[in-house]
């Protein structure tokens, strides 16, 4: 996981300051560690029974897209509220300051399908967890979680822990 390390640029102080931004367009540049990346969250799932991946907006898209390609499965996107044309149902999540919602079509998910969520990072947890009541709302069975980066003291896996979704990542940066 070095390789995989090292190829995320970290950006102090953004989007403002005290915000170290671990910026994954370096990897996703970098043909070797994104190949590895997909791999390394690609392996404890082979051989399970996963329906989707569903991606969350817009890291999760590009990540997502290859995680369900690459286990032959369909990919549902998670989008910020206001982006998808057909109906959609929707879930609000608290932010630092206010709120946000995101939201699938109505019909993304059949009753019963089992879903992988994907994203680049998580923080708080927030977004997931949002993701999670979604898809669960669907009718989902949610069979996990996975991230390239994980930062452990902002405490997201655990609250996904406390939804009964397991979380895992294949790096993780001390601080927020
Ligand atoms: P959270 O809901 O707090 O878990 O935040 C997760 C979402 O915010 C993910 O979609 C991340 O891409 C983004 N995010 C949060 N903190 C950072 C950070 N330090 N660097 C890069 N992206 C971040």
Redesign the pocket.
């Known amino acids: 996981m070095d390789h995989i390390k090292a190829a995320i640029r970290t950006i102090p102080d953004y989007p403002k300051p005290g915000?170290?931004?671990?910026?994954v367009t370096t990897l996703l540049g970098d043909a070797g560690a994104f190949r590895a990346a997909v791999d390394a969250m690609v392996f404890p799932h082979a051989g399970k029974k996963i329906d989707k991946v569903a991606g969350?907006e817009a890291?999760?898209f590009i990540l997502g897209g290859a995680v369900a390609h690459q286990l032959s499965v369909g990919f549902v996107p998670v989008r910020k509220k206001g982006k998808l044309p057909h109906k959609t149902i929707s879930q609000s999540y608290e932010l630092e300051y206010g709120v946000d919602e995101v939201e699938i079509h109505v019909d993304a998910i059949r009753p019963g399908e089992t879903v992988l969520i994907v994203?680049?990072?998580?923080?708080?947890?927030?977004?997931?967890e949002a993701a999670v009541k979604l898809l669960r709302a669907a009718g989902a069975e949610v069979v996990g979680a996975s991230f390239v980066i994980d930062?452990p003291d902002?405490g997201?896996a655990r609250r996904l822990e406390a939804r009964g979704v397991k979380a895992t990542s294949l790096v993780a940066f001390e601080g927020?």
Do not use: H, P, Q, V
């Open positions: 915000i170290m931004f671990r910026d969350i890291r999760g994203d680049d990072l998580i923080a708080t947890g927030g977004t997931a930062l902002l997201g927020e």
